[in-house]
């Protein structure tokens, strides 16, 4: 069974930062898209952050200028910078790691959570 362990996740103030991390696999790693994805109180599950195997990346507009993703090859790590956190930057956060879109080689972490509040 494949497991991706997060960590980093709590309650920053509103203009705060904050790093998530997530160990992969290493088989995983080297060969899978590497992600972040959040559900906020409500909704969906929605992808904010990809980095490919090149290390191209890929963010959702809402994001964008704020967030960073990143990967350590030697650590087997993605890694998440929130910068200029929001209140509705509050949600779980899940490390994700899928083969290409629709594969069934999907795989995910247990989520971490991240409250911005004042």
């Known amino acids: 069974q494949v497991r991706l362990v997060e960590s980093g996740g709590g309650l920053v103030q509103p203009g705060g930062s904050l790093t998530l991390s997530c160990e992969v696999p290493g088989d995983i790693f080297s060969r899978f898209t590497l992600a972040w994805a959040r559900e906020r109180p409500g909704q969906q599950r929605e992808l904010i952050a990809t980095i490919r195997a090149s290390s191209a990346k890929v963010y959702l507009d809402s994001v964008k200028g704020r967030f960073t993703i990143s990967r350590d090859d030697e650590r087997n790590t993605v890694f998440l910078q929130m910068n200029s956190l929001k209140p509705e930057d509050t949600a779980v956060y899940f490390c994700?790691?899928?083969?290409?879109?629709?594969?069934?080689?999907?795989?995910w972490g247990q989520g971490t959570q991240v409250t911005v509040s004042s």
């Open positions: 994700n790691a899928y083969l290409f879109e629709g594969s069934s080689h999907n795989y």
